[in-house]
């Protein structure tokens, strides 16, 4: 049982270019989430799937898409990366009947 | 870790001694809330939760405490031990919704 995972765990990106960072989870939960976490700040939610087929924006949403792809796996994808979007990016999931959310190792993406 | 930033307040405590993490949060609706460990270069790491309706839980070696009336959480550690170092944070969730509101966090170091 891993848990959450994700890849890749590093990327440099420059301006302009696109990337999907990956996350899947073995724990059959029903929601995923999306969240970065920036110096000073605490995480703050992107995007997240309440349950397979399903996927809402949270609080800071723009540059961003997602794909809820099935139970398990969730991406997200940065379709023209900036610089404001360096960051560590983490991805959760919580079970059915449970609000406890469990987070991946994260990626640290940095674009120049 | 380094990605969580450089200016978290910190906690310095000898090896052994008890430690005392707080955390207050503004929104009355929340009724669950979470304290996460994060190591350096890791994901935030689940360790003791807490529902609105209890003032107080016990794990190992951690309690949780719940003040609802000033709203404030706070985290005793134990015996602090040299692997307790890290950033901890709380988290609380209001009721019927999926978003998680995250602390910046405390710093805590173990002094040898």
């Known amino acids: 049982n891993a848990g959450v995972t994700q890849t890749p765990k590093f990327q440099v990106l420059k301006t302009g270019q696109s990337m999907t960072l990956q996350c899947a989870q073995d724990m059959n939960h029903n929601s995923m989430y999306w969240y970065r976490q920036d110096p000073g700040m605490g995480l703050r939610l992107i995007y997240y799937s309440a349950s397979e087929g399903t996927t809402d924006k949270g609080e800071v949403p723009n540059g961003y898409n997602v794909s809820r792809l099935n139970k398990r796996e969730f991406s997200l994808r940065l379709e023209s990366a900036a610089p404001s979007q360096t960051s560590v990016y983490f991805c959760?999931?919580?079970?059915?009947?449970?609000?406890?959310?469990?987070f991946g190792p994260g990626t640290r993406l940095t674009v120049l | 870790g380094e990605s969580v930033g450089l200016h978290l307040p910190t906690l310095s405590v000898q090896e052994g001694d008890n430690s005392i993490i707080n955390c207050a949060y503004s929104?009355?609706?929340?009724?669950?809330f979470i304290w996460y460990k994060q190591e350096s270069g890791k994901g935030p790491q689940f360790i003791i939760d807490?529902?609105?309706?209890?003032d107080k839980r016990q794990g190992q070696r951690v309690t949780v405490l719940l003040n609802k009336t000033v709203k404030h959480l706070s985290l005793q550690i134990a015996a602090t031990q040299p692997g307790d170092s890290a950033v901890y944070f709380c988290?609380?969730?209001?009721?019927?919704?999926?978003?998680?509101?995250f602390g910046t966090g405390t710093r805590l170091k173990v002094l040898a």
């Open positions: 929104n009355s609706a929340s009724d669950y």
């Open positions: 959760a999931s919580s079970g059915q009947g449970t609000d406890t959310q469990y």
């Open positions: 807490i529902r609105s309706n209890m």
């Open positions: 988290a609380g969730l209001g009721s019927g919704t999926y978003k998680y509101i």
